[in-house]
């Protein structure tokens, strides 16, 4: 089974300063068709998880632009380039390549 | 409004058995593969299990294999989860989700509680 390892799990960040989430995976995600199935999902207190970007670095509509994703293989990143108050949240990565399986999740909060 | 809506959670004992069911609207259900993916109280998530466009795919974590079977009513644009044989580990949030492709899921629901205590 693919391990997910996210780092850190807890992220104390100031308000206006870049953001970055490390997510491993104990398996190469690269498919046999070439696309690389990692999913990163947002989710606030109190609500459902929501999907910031799929396949590495394609951001869903809606997303500011501030959130960014890349990586290849096994090591992928998110980033914030600059965090603002509404992104405090638990952040998760996903792999969908072989089965599913999510990263422990870090928590984003405010220094 | 594409909208998943949960439904089925609630008290349960352990051994007891319970289905959940999840209502999709706003889109067609038969074009998707649909997830379950749960929440522990104060712990991360995990997908559970899965069911491809036409019912005829299943899959599961291995944690809920022999017990738990998801099914879909695409004419009625409904999917399930039966849970029987429940443990207290079971305890979560059951969230029903809609996946496009290969874990991409784009539409999640508010969830539905299931709580396994003696």
């Known amino acids: 089974d693919v391990v997910m390892t996210q780092s850190p799990l807890s992220l104390p960040v100031t308000l206006g300063q870049p953001a970055s989430i490390s997510c491993r995976s104990s398996?190469?995600?690269?498919?046999?068709?070439?696309?690389?199935?990692l999913t990163w999902f947002q989710q606030r207190p109190g609500q459902s998880p929501r999907r910031l970007l799929y396949?590495?670095?394609h951001r869903d509509s809606g997303v500011p632009d501030r959130f960014s994703g890349s990586g290849s293989g096994t090591d992928f990143t998110l980033r914030i380039s600059r965090v603002e108050a509404e992104d405090v949240a638990i952040y998760y990565c996903?792999?969908?390549?072989?089965?599913?399986?999510f990263g422990q999740g870090t928590k984003l909060e405010l220094q | 409004e594409v909208q998943l809506v949960e439904s089925g959670g609630r008290l349960a004992q352990p051994g007891q058995s319970l289905r959940l069911s999840c209502a999709a609207s706003?889109?067609?259900?038969?074009?998707?593969?649909m997830s379950w993916v749960r929440q522990g109280p104060g712990k991360g998530l995990e997908w559970v299990a899965e069911?491809?466009?036409?019912?005829?795919?299943?899959y599961y974590v291995d944690s809920v294999k022999g017990r738990f079977t998801v099914s879909r009513d695409n004419a009625n644009n409904l999917v399930f989860l039966q849970m029987t044989s429940l443990r207290v580990e079971d305890t979560a949030v059951y969230f029903c989700?809609?996946?496009?492709?290969?874990?991409?899921?784009?539409?999640w629901g508010r969830g539905t509680m299931v709580a396994v205590s003696a």
């Open positions: 989700v809609r996946d496009p492709a290969w874990g991409a899921f784009d539409v």
């Open positions: 706003g889109f067609k259900l038969r074009d998707f593969w």
């Open positions: 069911i491809n466009d036409d019912g005829k795919e299943k």
């Open positions: 398996q190469s995600l690269v498919h046999s068709g070439g696309n690389t199935y």
């Open positions: 396949e590495v670095s």
């Open positions: 996903m792999q969908g390549t072989h089965s599913k399986t």
